[in-house]
């Protein structure tokens, strides 16, 4: 509707803004960015890991070489590390590139918001990898029988939801593992409402709560092709309880170590006490304990943004009105109130968790407690420039479209040891560009036993 005579329409120019243009898209994982990266080469990365002692010191050295002799020195092991792969891609055309050259004719160059898209979703997708166990899972669906054509269902998570972009296709497994064959269906996203994913399906099909949602084209078969996450490295599977699907999947190589020999070898676990009405603070404050305990140094606490919301909830009971009015950064203004907290520390005896990020890729009822210094991202790639979007550990924020520098237009392999420029389709307006971001790399835990995995329970 406008409010202008429309007899003088064609007088009349269109007024553009000169502010940056802005974008939906959810903040980037700050943990992905806070893990030091390395460059490797070869065809794994072998890590070294003593798994026991021995136990053969005795009050008799007859017998404590006796059982040295019948026993050994105790298991070692090493993690021999396979990289896994990931790509972001996008094609643009001559004219597309010609016409957005300058302010007057876009808002920003079209490669620019191309990459632009690209780089984050390499961005969420590496946080997905980071999280997971390398097939790409993201979550749980609801119960529903799809129908071949328009679908709609209503998550039951937000970190699920935030990880369906409109366009993206995803797969279910048919089993309560994300390593679980996966149903023939592809579903694509069509539309996204907060918890509501509307979807085009192509086949009719049945999912359960316990099956997993997995992007699509991150796994060859039952191979991951992502890199392997910490749900892999620090698992909860069957919440780790003798005699259910724990045993068999801990007594499974892992990069070719049997972590059942030393389950401290796939990182110490706490379940939070639910039906003991454990507080969530007290859950964290005894896995500090169990790594303080297991000899590591922990330093960073990563929970989902509903986790920390939790726990400031359970903190706030326990404030009292004048802190309430005088928890500001400056004394200067005694009567402000601040609800919430800004920085949360844990400390058991004289170890200290100083460092609390809320990361939106965590799992929502996953937390860890982790020694920063024995995570590594080794990559064959260039990892640090893509992932760079310019916001420092847990600051709020996210790059600006116009921030994102133009991509090399011309054909090359490897630019930067992250871009390749390629020859896309001929189409009917001419010749393509195809520009695909790409990576080769792997999570490594140096110490798994220095870590901690808390199941906070639904």
């Given at each position: 509707?406008?409010?202008?005579?429309?007899?003088?329409?064609?007088?009349?120019?269109?007024?553009?803004?000169?502010?940056?243009?802005?974008?939906?898209?959810?903040?980037?994982?700050?943990?992905?960015?806070?893990?030091?990266?390395?460059?490797?080469?070869?065809?794994?990365?072998?890590?070294?890991?003593?798994?026991?002692?021995?136990?053969?010191?005795?009050?008799?050295?007859?017998?404590?070489?006796?059982?040295?002799?019948?026993?050994?020195?105790?298991?070692?092991?090493?993690?021999?590390?396979?990289?896994?792969?990931?790509?972001?891609?996008?094609q643009i055309a001559?004219?597309?590139?010609?016409?957005?050259?300058?302010?007057?004719?876009?808002?920003?160059?079209?490669?620019?918001?191309?990459?632009?898209?690209?780089?984050?979703?390499?961005?969420?997708?590496?946080?997905?990898?980071?999280?997971?166990?390398?097939?790409?899972?993201?979550?749980?669906p609801v119960v529903?029988?799809?129908?071949?054509?328009?679908?709609?269902?209503?998550?039951?998570?937000?970190?699920?939801?935030?990880?369906?972009?409109?366009?993206?296709?995803?797969?279910?497994?048919?089993?309560?593992?994300?390593?679980?064959?996966?149903?023939?269906?592809?579903?694509?996203?069509?539309?996204?409402?907060?918890?509501?994913?509307?979807?085009?399906?192509?086949?009719?099909?049945?999912?359960?709560?316990?099956?997993?949602?997995?992007?699509?084209?991150?796994?060859?078969?039952?191979?991951?092709?992502?890199?392997?996450?910490?749900?892999?490295?620090?698992?909860?599977?069957?919440?780790?309880v003798p005699g259910?699907?724990?045993?068999?999947?801990?007594?499974?190589?892992?990069?070719?170590?049997?972590?059942?020999?030393?389950?401290?070898?796939?990182?110490?676990?706490?379940?939070?006490?639910?039906?003991?009405?454990?507080?969530?603070?007290?859950?964290?404050?005894?896995?500090?304990?169990?790594?303080?305990?297991?000899?590591?140094?922990?330093?960073?606490?990563?929970?989902?943004?509903?986790?920390?919301?939790?726990?400031?909830?359970?903190?706030?009971?326990?404030?009292?009105?004048?802190?309430?009015?005088?928890?500001?950064?400056?004394?200067?203004?005694?009567?402000?109130?601040?609800?919430?907290?800004?920085?949360?520390?844990?400390?058991?005896?004289?170890?200290?968790?100083?460092?609390?990020?809320?990361?939106?890729?965590?799992?929502?009822?996953?937390?860890?407690?982790?020694?920063?210094?024995?995570?590594?991202?080794?990559?064959?790639?260039?990892?640090?420039?893509?992932?760079?979007?310019?916001?420092?550990?847990?600051?709020?924020?996210?790059?600006?479209?116009?921030?994102?520098?133009?991509?090399?237009?011309?054909?090359?392999?490897?630019?930067?040891?992250?871009?390749?420029?390629?020859?896309?389709?001929?189409?009917?307006?001419?010749?393509?560009?195809?520009?695909?971001?790409?990576?080769?790399?792997?999570?490594?835990?140096?110490?798994?036993?220095?870590?901690?995995?808390?199941?906070?329970?639904?």
């Amino acid at each position: 509707m406008s409010i202008l005579d429309p007899t003088l329409a064609a007088v009349y120019k269109e007024w553009y803004t000169d502010k940056s243009p802005y974008d939906t898209y959810f903040r980037n994982s700050p943990l992905v960015k806070t893990i030091p990266t390395s460059r490797i080469g070869g065809k794994t990365y072998n890590v070294f890991l003593d798994m026991g002692n021995g136990g053969n010191a005795s009050g008799s050295l007859r017998a404590s070489t006796d059982n040295m002799i019948a026993n050994g020195n105790g298991p070692s092991a090493q993690f021999a590390i396979s990289s896994g792969q990931m790509f972001a891609t996008f094609q643009i055309a001559q004219a597309d590139i010609l016409a957005s050259r300058t302010v007057r004719g876009a808002f920003v160059p079209a490669p620019v918001l191309l990459l632009h898209k690209s780089l984050d979703s390499f961005r969420k997708l590496m946080a997905i990898s980071l999280y997971g166990s390398g097939f790409g899972e993201i979550g749980h669906p609801v119960v529903i029988t799809t129908v071949v054509g328009a679908n709609t269902m209503t998550l039951t998570d937000q970190t699920t939801a935030n990880s369906l972009a409109v366009g993206q296709v995803f797969r279910v497994t048919n089993g309560a593992l994300p390593s679980s064959s996966v149903r023939t269906s592809k579903n694509t996203v069509t539309h996204v409402n907060g918890l509501s994913i509307t979807f085009t399906s192509d086949t009719i099909e049945t999912w359960a709560v316990t099956d997993w949602i997995e992007l699509d084209g991150c796994r060859n078969g039952s191979t991951p092709l992502l890199p392997v996450g910490l749900s892999a490295w620090l698992p909860t599977v069957g919440n780790r309880v003798p005699g259910s699907a724990w045993d068999a999947y801990i007594a499974a190589p892992f990069f070719g170590v049997d972590r059942s020999i030393n389950a401290a070898s796939a990182g110490q676990f706490i379940l939070r006490d639910v039906g003991g009405s454990e507080k969530y603070t007290d859950a964290v404050t005894r896995g500090v304990n169990a790594v303080r305990t297991a000899g590591g140094l922990p330093d960073l606490l990563v929970i989902n943004p509903q986790i920390y919301f939790k726990i400031v909830q359970e903190l706030n009971a326990q404030t009292n009105l004048w802190q309430a009015i005088n928890m500001t950064a400056s004394n200067n203004n005694p009567n402000e109130v601040v609800r919430g907290i800004s920085q949360l520390k844990f400390a058991f005896s004289s170890t200290w968790v100083d460092q609390t990020f809320d990361d939106p890729w965590c799992p929502t009822f996953t937390g860890y407690i982790l020694q920063k210094d024995v995570l590594e991202l080794a990559a064959l790639t260039n990892v640090e420039t893509p992932l760079n979007d310019g916001i420092s550990g847990n600051d709020p924020g996210k790059q600006p479209i116009d921030q994102t520098s133009a991509p090399d237009l011309n054909y090359y392999w490897l630019i930067e040891d992250y871009l390749t420029s390629m020859p896309g389709p001929i189409v009917q307006n001419g010749a393509q560009l195809q520009v695909a971001v790409q990576f080769y790399g792997c999570w490594v835990n140096h110490a798994p036993s220095n870590c901690a995995v808390i199941n906070f329970v639904s």
